[in-house]
């Protein structure tokens, strides 16, 4: 297995934190991961995107410019990463924020509504989990418990009652693509 | 211990305290900021001291008068600031004082751009300051290799008393990876007889760089070279991947040497016998290994974030037995591995 | 026989390479007896700047360090800052401090930096024979001020002594005295002694900024040069304690 995932947003969307526990997920199942920001101005608002590697075996190049997973979560976005994903790869598309559909007909396309759904379970900056919940149901590269688990490890202990909330988002984004 | 998951600027931060590194001076630059961040939090927790110099300058300065009391110490910055640090660095050398330098690397000359690039390697393996000197200069290519390098760098800076270099470069600094902290904390550090501690019971300690007499500041210089000399021999250091009988080598370092990994990869399922060289050391250049690796190698392709500079220790290395070509993006640009797999079908049909 | 003068034990018995009536070796022996007097030989660390007394390291019988020019502050910082206990001082000079170094002692006083700086101002670059210094006075000929400093040219002498002392800093002290008599060399070892008493109390930077001749770059015998310093500097570098004052 060896996913190159490029996640891309706008600063504040959760973009970075989600490419975070993705990484560090796969670290919890043994496997090998790497996580690389764009860094800059971006940081500061704006667009921002991060690189997620994992593999069963050795990563050789931690940087990814050929995605075989991309996720967008806004138009800018989509309008960057869809010529670089790989033949054959997978694009998610925030459908709630992007209106415009995706051109390649060489790569499976997902369109989930992740802030429509956010929202209906009650918080929009889960918007990022429900994306996530859906990327994982397909691809299955880190079982959605190590997100949870990985969310334990890194939120301190008087953020741990959000938990609950982001595990409801991991289901919901897994459901719409079931 | 189990695994975490760290940015290599806080890494690299937390092998320095594992390797009983208790003082830090440094001055915000991106993009190794994180370094002093972790560390303006971390120091105080072991009993160390951060401290935000007001200048490059002064912070290489602090740590001249750091190490010359005996203290392991470290400071951090990126290209432009490792500039400014010159000055100061060539007199630690000078002075033979240890310490360990991070330079994350990003796009010059001049202000140029906080993204990653290997624009430094001359000014770290071939001078910078002024004068008769030499840094050992360590190039790590993963989060991993940068916090085993950098505890390493402090054993090896005190070994020869002489300033150690880690290299890296933007994407280092700001990646993460999973790391492992293999030391304990609280090793025992050497005793520095020489270090500036108050001549309670002894005759008086000088640190000192000036030899106003001609002959003895020759003698001084011809002793550090003595000290380079066998800094050359032993300390020497690179990897091979699938090098043995690879027709087209790769020379890269650092996070370009990953870029090619993957180009290697891709030219072996192509059937091409490419392989990769990859020098650890910077300073002293890795000779010896690159030398042992050309028996069927017809061409190398050295590649770097530069317009061409670790390119002349290559040659200089294999001294004219084989082709050098060189690929190099700049400006903050990094090579992708299908771009340098493209030369590599390229120099195959020109070899 | 009763010994009614000797040489300090914090100095090395050796002769100083200063020229014939310059006021190094007065300032380098009043810190000696101020080191024995505080019987703090054996903890103090001193630290040569680039000028004239760049070999204090060859003078001082202590634990010395020389600094990059102008650094002394910044290398004093950190020899402090690995042992607390131990006293350290800078010795620099004009250009030293207030040309090409003015950041690091800026710096250093603004923390509190819980060192002493032995600042000899001498109006002048000595080492390299004769250049104008940041405290050349204002029509003072100098080797690279041939018709005197010109203030619409090259501005005004810097007053190290007041401009640190307008920093905010409660145990900051900060004074100027000369040493172009007996009376003034005994009021600068007292100064001296309590920029090392401050230091020694914990209580922050101190800086002595002392007044000192340079007859051989002057143009000037020993003795007018002396005449000079009393004449010229002292109404433009007036005497005194410029400490932050309390409770700012």
């Known amino acids: ?178 | 211990m189990s695994k975490v998951l760290m940015k290599g600027n806080e890494a690299l931060a937390e092998a320095a305290v594992r390797a009983g590194c208790r003082y830090f001076f440094g001055y915000p630059i991106t993009p190794q900021t994180e370094l002093p961040q972790y560390l303006s939090k971390r120091m105080p927790e072991v009993g160390g001291v951060f401290l935000q110099a007001e200048s490059e300058v002064a912070a290489i300065n602090m740590v001249y008068g750091a190490s010359g009391a005996g203290a392991r110490v470290m400071t951090s910055s990126s290209s432009p600031g490792i500039s400014l640090k010159a000055e100061g660095i060539s007199y630690i050398a000078g002075a033979e004082l240890p310490c360990v330098i991070v330079n994350m690397m990003r796009g010059g000359p001049g202000l140029g751009t906080i993204q990653p690039a290997q624009g430094d390697y001359f000014q770290a393996t071939k001078g910078g300051g002024h004068g008769d000197y030499k840094l050992l200069v360590l190039a790590p290519a993963s989060v991993q290799e940068a916090v085993d390098l950098t505890i390493e760098a402090f054993d090896l800076a005190d070994k020869y008393r002489n300033p150690v270099m880690i290299l890296g470069d933007g994407i280092l600094g700001q990646m993460m990876e999973p790391v492992e902290f293999k030391l304990t904390e609280n090793n025992e550090l050497p005793v520095k007889e020489w270090a500036t501690t108050g001549k309670k019971g002894r005759k008086k300690n000088i640190i000192n760089s000036l030899y106003l007499q001609a002959e003895k500041f020759e003698q001084h210089v011809n002793r550090l070279a003595d000290k380079f000399g066998e800094m050359e021999a032993k300390e020497q250091r690179a990897e091979t991947y699938l090098a043995d009988d690879a027709e087209i080598l790769l020379a890269a370092y650092g996070t370009t040497s990953r870029v090619c990994r993957k180009a290697v990869d891709m030219a072996r399922e192509e059937g091409i016998k490419a392989g990769l060289f990859r020098p650890i050391s910077l300073w002293p250049y890795p000779a010896y290994a690159l030398q042992q690796v050309l028996g069927r190698v017809k061409g190398i392709l050295t590649v770097e974030m530069s317009l061409g500079q670790m390119i002349e220790d290559v040659r200089l290395a294999v001294n004219g037995k084989v082709p050098v070509d060189f690929y190099g993006r700049v400006g903050g640009m990094v090579p992708t591995s299908r771009d340098v797999f493209d030369k590599i079908v390229a120099f195959r049909e020109v070899l | 026989m009763e010994i009614v003068f000797e040489k300090p034990k914090a100095l090395e018995d050796v002769t100083f390479h200063y020229c014939p009536g310059c006021t190094h070796g007065i300032i380098h022996r009043l810190i000696a007896e101020v080191i024995d007097e505080l019987d703090i030989q054996e903890k103090t660390i001193g630290v040569a700047p680039v000028g004239c007394s760049v070999l204090a390291y060859d003078y001082f019988d202590v634990d010395m360090q020389q600094a990059a020019h102008g650094r002394a502050p910044a290398v004093a910082t950190g020899i402090k800052r690995v042992n607390p206990k131990n006293i350290v001082f800078a010795y620099q000079g004009d250009g030293d401090l207030a040309s090409i170094g003015m950041a690091e002692v800026v710096h250093a006083a603004a923390r509190g930096e819980k060192i002493t700086i032995i600042f000899v101002n001498n109006a002048i670059y000595g080492m390299t024979g004769g250049q104008m210094a940041p405290t050349t006075l204002v029509g003072q000929v100098t080797n690279t001020s041939p018709s005197g400093r010109d203030v619409a040219h090259s501005g005004y002498p810097i007053r190290v002594s007041e401009m640190l002392g307008s920093l905010v800093g409660p145990g900051n002290s900060m004074k100027r005295v000369s040493v172009h008599d007996p009376k003034h060399i005994r009021q600068a070892k007292k100064a001296i002694k309590e920029a090392f008493v401050n230091q020694i109390e914990g209580k922050g930077f101190s800086l002595v900024e002392i007044l000192s001749t340079c007859p051989t770059n002057w143009g000037k015998t020993p003795v007018e040069a002396l005449k000079w310093l009393e004449e010229k500097m002292l109404p433009y570098y007036p005497l005194g304690d410029y400490s932050p004052k309390e409770g700012v």
């Not at chain 1, 007909?105 to 997902?110: A, L």
């Open chain 1, 1 to 178: 297995m060896l996913e190159e995932i490029i996640i891309a947003g706008f600063g504040g969307q959760g973009v970075m934190s989600m490419g975070q526990l993705l990484a560090y997920a796969g670290m919890l199942e043994d496997k090998q991961v790497a996580w690389i920001p764009s860094y800059g101005p971006e940081m500061r608002g704006g667009t921002a995107n991060c690189a997620v590697t994992i593999s069963d075996t050795e990563i050789s190049s931690p940087l990814v410019t050929e995605p075989s997973v991309c996720i967008v979560m806004n138009k800018p976005s989509l309008d960057k990463f869809e010529p670089t994903i790989k033949t054959g790869g997978l694009l998610f598309v925030n459908t709630s924020l992007i209106d415009a559909k995706p051109k390649r007909e060489d790569i499976s396309v997902y369109e989930i509504p992740a802030n429509a759904i956010a929202n209906k379970i009650g918080n929009s900056k889960v918007a990022n989990m429900v994306m996530l919940g859906a990327v994982l149901e397909i691809i299955k590269a880190v079982e959605p418990e190590s997100i949870l688990e990985s969310l334990r490890k890194v939120l301190p202990p008087q953020r741990h009652n959000l938990i609950p909330l982001n595990a409801q988002a991991l289901q919901k984004g897994a459901e719409i693509v079931s």
